[in-house]
């Protein structure tokens, strides 16, 4: 077998959400990888392991897995240890945290969600199938303003670090966890009603989404003309690296195969 593990031909893998936490007496902290999962998928077991080991080899810090299901069956099925090797030996184990129905409470109090907002954004999605869910979102919803208002007393750059910042990444987190359906309309109708400018004609989550792509697909042009040992010049790095168009950037991926000079990526102009 080829002893070359390098991925030439990229292929994509993106979790849902990807946190580095820091943490009192953890020097460096640790990465936390967050799923959301809807149903059991074994194609998710090798998906999960090798997260967790590009997650490693990436950034030398302990990644951790933690999926969010939306029913105690899924939860059951996510929690079971992916075991990976053969009778006679093991080489690895993941072990993945589940936050899912009955593991976390019920929060439909916008003051006990303002509280805790992480507590209450993931009870929201674990019971994202609840008969129940319009409360605990009209409740979360009112906590993160809540939590915005109170940020606004503050300095402007505190408002923005400490403030604004969570309360649109918390935003994002459940539209994206809640998945297509009325859930995820209720969310965006809550959303545009005590922040106006949420989720708006561009949502958060797709500018975020399609900035995310963009430089994933950049990340992919410059690192197989590097592979393949094509010398990049400051002026093509930046040009690849500052692109947000997705189909100039396919294209540009694909010449990145075949190109003998980096600036041949742009073609005739």
Not at 91 to 112: C, K, N
Not at 245 to 253: K, R, S, Y
């Amino acid at each position: 077998m080829d002893s070359d593990l390098t991925e030439i031909r990229p292929l994509e893998r993106r979790v849902d959400s990807v946190f580095r936490v820091r943490a009192a007496g953890e020097e460096g902290g640790f990465v936390l990888a967050v799923e959301s999962q809807g149903k059991p998928d074994p194609d998710k077991h090798s998906s999960w392991t090798y997260y967790l080991a590009h997650l490693y080899a990436k950034y030398r810090l302990p990644p951790f897995l933690l999926v969010v299901c939306k029913d105690k069956a899924t939860a059951s099925w996510a929690a079971e240890p992916i075991r990976v090797g053969r009778g006679f030996h093991t080489s690895m184990v993941v072990f993945p945290l589940v936050l899912g129905p009955g593991i976390l409470p019920v929060i439909t109090e916008a003051d006990e969600a303002a509280q805790d907002l992480g507590v209450a954004v993931f009870s929201a999605l674990a019971y994202a199938k609840d008969p129940g869910l319009t409360a605990i979102l009209d409740a979360l919803a009112s906590g993160v303003a809540d939590d915005a208002e109170r940020s606004g007393s503050g300095s402007s750059a505190e408002t923005e670090e400490a403030g604004d910042v969570d309360r649109v990444d918390w935003a994002e987190i459940v539209e994206i966890g809640l998945g297509e359906g009325p859930g995820r309309d209720y969310w965006r109708h809550l959303m545009a009603t005590y922040t106006p400018n949420f989720p708006g004609s561009n949502t958060i989550v797709e500018e975020s989404w399609l900035e995310g792509r963009a430089k994933g697909k950049a990340e992919d042009i410059l690192h197989i003309l590097e592979v393949r040992g094509v010398e990049i010049p400051d002026a093509v790095r930046e040009r690849v690296t500052d692109c947000t168009d997705l189909d100039v950037l396919v294209t540009w991926l694909d010449r990145s195969l075949s190109v003998a000079h980096a600036k041949e990526l742009f073609g005739e102009e």
